[in-house]
């Protein structure tokens, strides 16, 4: 064996065992336990306003890791999922309010809304009526599993009021 040869086995193995080392240093795992001690339920308000579809669709994706998460540790979640603003315009079926370039991506909003709408811990979807005119969107046209509240500010400030936690981007 050439002298290079045997140091690149040397520098390969103590590498292979710096990487052995890392891994099982006790890298620990994700625990909510602390937070989560004592209760029995998780109330909260998400306060939706994301005008870009993909930034919405990764937002409700983690909404409901969010509550598979406390399901797994055994606590109930009660969530409200409320569109204002921009997101006005991607949680309704007036395609001529989306623009081109975003409607496929609206229509997997639609669906993953569609999809939570019937998860166990989703209280419910809500569509701000004054977002709704600002938007100049119909509310006749909100997606079926959105309920059209007439502020959604409001609506947001009662939610909180009954033990609600507020969640904003």
Do not use: W
């Not at 625990?31 to 001690?37: E, I, M």
């Amino acid at each position: 064996m050439t002298p290079n040869f045997t140091r690149l086995q040397q520098l390969l193995g103590t590498l292979a065992l710096g990487m052995l080392l890392a891994c099982s240093t006790g890298v620990r795992a994700a625990d909510d336990s602390a937070a989560l001690a004592g209760l029995k339920e998780g109330k909260i308000a998400f306060d939706l306003h994301e005008g870009d579809p993909k930034l919405l669709l990764a937002r409700l994706n983690i909404i409901d890791e969010t509550r598979q998460s406390l399901i797994q540790q055994d606590v109930k979640p009660h969530f409200i999922l409320a569109f204002r603003g921009p997101a006005t315009k991607l949680v309704q079926t007036d395609q001529a309010k989306i623009k081109p370039e975003d409607r496929e991506m609206a229509a997997k909003v639609a669906a993953r809304i569609k999809e939570m709408s019937k998860a166990p811990g989703v209280d419910g979807f809500e569509q701000c009526a004054v977002a709704s005119r600002q938007q100049e969107t119909k509310t006749e046209l909100v997606l079926p599993e959105i309920r059209v509240v007439g502020n959604g500010f409001i609506s947001l400030m009662a939610y909180q009021a009954k033990g609600y936690a507020y969640i904003a981007p």
